[in-house]
């Protein structure tokens, strides 16, 4: 239980520090989405990508669970998670997401 506590805690911190990172570099990089006055009525460009450091954090968290002792106990419960994240960002990336 302790465990998974931890990975949880080192998932939150990973995500807190990789997002600012990622902003930076997806406004350095102009992907950004532009405001508009009919859909979008934020008043400066937002980053896009915001789900890439989530991700990331998860992938941190599954692969120190995966080098930890518990891996069997947990794989069951996460990896079906893992596989739903990637078949959504697969989606967004070539465009067949629905929202």
Known sequence: MYSLAALAL???LLALVLTPLCRNRFR???WVDRPDSKRKLHSQPVPRAGGVPIMIAYI???AVLLASPMSAAAMGKTAPTGV???LGCSARIWGRASG
Do not use: C, D, K
Request: aromatic content about 34%.
């Open 28 to 30: 350095q990089w102009g």
């Open 10 to 12: 080192f998932s939150f």
């Open 84 to 86: 739903e994240n990637l």
């Open 60 to 62: 941190g968290a599954f």
